[in-house]
């Protein structure tokens, strides 16, 4: 099953229904605990069902209230972690993180660290994945796993128009540039009880990355450009001379009379 990390796909737009947070139900009398910085979900879900007995009489609605400030929480800390690093001009290497593993996205779908091949080959996709459409690739590069994400490297093609523009367009939006991928499901795990407390429709333990590309707005949670950076100062003017130099043939091959 072949699909993108974006929420807006070129076959059509595919919105969630908006759906009101246990948090918006009724307004509480009380403060809502939020997460220690070293307390685990576990440790916070007893603290807050403990704190939240006599304001929350239902079991199962204390636990969803509780449920939801930890995830709240998650997505603050992810986006208070971004980091964005712009160099100099004449640059082509990028990296950004595409996935956040054990998060639930905008999806429902929950992705395990061993979805992704570390060091796997990928095409860096035209803006939106427009190069499903016909556009051309604008770069190329890897993946990379760690622990808690998995990050795209990589190099845009600074030799062609597109390449230049997108970079440029990444540059200039900073940390509001989101990141997406489309991809094929191979396999999926069981859809534990723990993971359907988190909001998860699909757990992702496998997946095949055919390209990656910047986005308008991601399905992920904490997808972001992590650094932008040269690779060779005289790189790009090297490629922008080669490509005259080739138009530069082709003209004066059609213009020269022929033998």
């Given at each position: 099953?072949?699909?993108?990390?974006?929420?807006?796909?070129p076959?059509?737009?595919?919105?969630?229904?908006?759906?009101?947070?246990?948090?918006?139900?009724?307004?509480?009398?009380?403060?809502?605990?939020?997460?220690?910085?070293?307390?685990t979900?576990?440790?916070?879900?007893?603290?807050?069902?403990?704190?939240l007995?006599?304001?929350?009489?239902?079991?199962?609605?204390?636990?969803?209230?509780?449920?939801?400030?930890?995830?709240?929480e998650?997505?603050?800390?992810?986006?208070?972690?971004?980091?964005?690093?712009?160099?100099?001009?004449?640059?082509?290497?990028?990296?950004?993180?595409?996935?956040?593993?054990?998060?639930?996205?905008?999806?429902?779908d929950?992705t395990?660290?061993e979805?992704?091949?570390?060091?796997?080959?990928?095409?860096?996709?035209?803006?939106?994945?427009?190069?499903?459409?016909?556009?051309?690739?604008?770069?190329?590069?890897?993946?990379?796993?760690?622990?808690?994400?998995?990050?795209?490297?990589?190099?845009?093609?600074?030799?062609?128009?597109?390449?230049?523009?997108?970079?440029?367009?990444?540059?200039?939006?900073?940390?509001?540039?989101?990141w997406?991928?489309?991809?094929?499901?191979?396999?999926?795990?069981?859809?534990?009880?723990?993971?359907?407390?988190?909001?998860?429709?699909r757990?992702?333990?496998?997946?095949?990355?055919?390209?990656?590309?910047p986005?308008l707005?991601?399905?992920g949670?904490?997808?972001?450009?992590?650094?932008?950076?040269?690779?060779?100062?005289?790189?790009?003017?090297?490629?922008?001379?080669?490509?005259?130099?080739?138009?530069?043939?082709?003209?004066?091959?059609?213009?020269?009379?022929?033998a």
């Open positions: 099953m072949r699909s993108t990390r974006s929420p807006l796909t076959s059509g737009c595919r919105r969630a229904r908006p759906r009101r947070s246990p948090l918006t139900r009724r307004r509480p009398t009380m403060p809502i605990p939020t997460p220690a910085a070293d307390e979900h576990d440790e916070f879900i007893a603290r807050c069902h403990r704190a007995a006599d304001e929350f009489t239902d079991p199962a609605q204390r636990h969803a209230v509780c449920e939801a400030a930890w995830r709240a998650q997505r603050a800390r992810t986006r208070k972690s971004l980091k964005v690093s712009v160099a100099d001009e004449a640059q082509g290497l990028v990296e950004a993180v595409i996935a956040t593993f054990g998060v639930v996205d905008s999806d429902g929950l395990l660290p979805a992704f091949q570390d060091g796997a080959p990928v095409r860096l996709s035209a803006y939106g994945h427009t190069s499903w459409l016909g556009a051309l690739p604008v770069g190329r590069g890897e993946l990379r796993v760690t622990p808690t994400e998995a990050r795209f490297r990589g190099r845009f093609f600074l030799e062609t128009t597109a390449g230049r523009e997108t970079f440029a367009t990444v540059q200039a939006m900073g940390d509001l540039q989101e997406s991928y489309g991809f094929d499901v191979l396999e999926t795990a069981e859809l534990t009880p723990e993971f359907r407390a988190l909001g998860a429709r757990v992702l333990k496998r997946v095949r990355v055919h390209e990656v590309s986005v707005v991601g399905a949670v904490g997808t972001r450009t992590v650094a932008v950076k040269a690779a060779d100062p005289t790189a790009a003017l090297r490629g922008q001379i080669l490509v005259e130099l080739a138009r530069f043939e082709r003209t004066r091959a059609r213009l020269l009379p022929r």
